[in-house]
């Protein structure tokens, strides 16, 4: 079977068979891509960001995310119930909130401490006295 065929100006063009083996790959990969839990949450929810309210077009889109309310991904409800579309920004500030809720931000920076040690602001209430006495 010819898939190609040359064309006048030396290159070459696919066959129809061909084409139309690519069209069909390209519905199936649609069809599955419009199951998966981000398809089914675009097409249920407004293009907006559920914290800052930022809108999105089709030019933006990737920088809209889905969010697991209760951060099981596996919880994929058909109503969608369990997500929440945040853009990038807020997508990452919500899992660092989660991060610090379970202790884990001071764990992942290797700081053993409960907080900060060191208070610049501590003595100065005595260095403004100093400068009003000169």
Not at 56 to 66: D, Q
Not at 70 to 86: A, K, M, Q, R, V
Not at 96 to 106: F, P, T, V
Not at 110 to 133: E, N, Q, W, Y
Request: net charge positive; proline share 3%; aromatic share 6%.
């Amino acid at each position: 079977m010819k898939t190609t065929r040359k064309v006048g100006g030396g290159g070459t063009v696919p066959s129809a068979a061909r084409l139309d083996r690519i069209v069909a790959d390209a519905r199936a990969a649609a069809a599955k891509r419009e199951q998966g839990y981000r398809e089914q949450a675009l097409k249920i929810y407004p293009w907006v960001c559920g914290r800052c309210a930022r809108s999105f077009t089709h030019a933006n889109l990737r920088e809209l995310t889905v969010h697991h309310r209760d951060h099981n991904h596996d919880n994929n409800l058909p109503d969608g119930s369990n997500w929440e579309l945040l853009c990038l920004y807020c997508h990452d500030n919500e899992h660092q909130k989660q991060l610090e809720a379970a202790g884990g931000a001071s764990a992942a920076s290797g700081d053993k401490g409960g907080g900060a040690t060191h208070s610049p602001f501590a003595d100065l209430k005595a260095m403004l006295a100093r400068k009003d006495a000169k």
